[in-house]
């Protein structure tokens, strides 16, 4: 699996690909390429953006220098067919545990992180399969959506967990029907006079399973009832 990431902050990434359990991924099965617009661009100031048409605040990026990246991009490649582009963007659909397991069985893509007030549209038109956004909300550029989705790809790769089934257990797994997960609780089993529930201290698998799923329902139904399943909308 290869993700080749078009960002004018490549320094953003290094301790984001140096740290942590994913870390294990990008030493095996994820490759993580980073390639500069400016590398591309033309003149003295290698310069990627420019004025808007029409006026407004801001900068725009232009579309050549991006459009050489990627060039550059598929030449390094060299695949029969070309790795999907994707652009961060607040057009783009919200991405969720379905489309994140859909690219972790992928061979990657091209990901492209805007900056300013975003890309001349014609860029977009031209070369950009899919775009993707965290939620309704704005961020300075796409560098965080891109490190958000190579790491939640990245730690569903066999092999990068410490528990190969520890994802199983995350929210919103079909695992666990989508729903939210439950509490969790560690030593000791007091702390500041507040105990670990007892169907946990219990010993009963049945029971702590029970408990377990009647929290994962209650938490979903108090927090994101339009996560449950028809069956237990009644909760």
């Known amino acids: 699996m290869r993700f080749d990431v078009v960002t004018l902050f490549p320094e953003l990434f290094a301790p984001f690909l140096a740290s942590g359990v994913t870390r294990r991924a990008y030493e095996g099965p994820v490759t993580v390429r ?20 029409g006026g407004g605040p801001g900068m725009v990026m232009m579309a050549e220098p991006m459009a050489r990246c990627l060039d550059a991009i598929r030449a390094d490649r060299a695949e029969a067919v ?55 909300f704005v961020l300075s550029g796409g560098e965080i959506p891109a490190m958000a ?45 507040q105990s670990v529930p007892a169907a946990l201290m219990s010993g009963d698998h049945a029971r702590i399973e029970r408990w377990r799923r009647e929290q994962r329902l209650a938490l979903t139904a108090a927090l994101r009832p339009d996560l449950l399943p028809a069956k237990n909308s009644g909760i």
């Open 34 to 53: 980073l390639w500069n617009p400016r590398d591309h661009a033309e003149g003295n100031y290698r310069r990627v953006d420019d004025r808007p048409f």
């Open 149 to 193: 989705l190579i790491d939640a790809v990245a730690r569903l790769q066999p092999g990068v967990l410490n528990d190969e089934g520890s994802h199983q257990q995350d929210s919103f797994n079909p695992a666990l029907d989508g729903l939210l997960d439950c509490p969790h609780y560690t030593r000791p089993e007091t702390w500041r006079e």
């Open 82 to 136: 070309p790795a999907p582009v994707v652009l961060f963007s607040p057009l783009g659909g919200k991405l969720d545990h379905a489309a994140v397991e859909g690219w972790s069985a992928s061979a990657g893509a091209v990901l492209v992180c805007g900056r300013y007030e975003g890309l001349d549209q014609r860029f977009i038109d031209a070369y950009v399969d899919r775009q993707i956004s965290l939620g309704d």
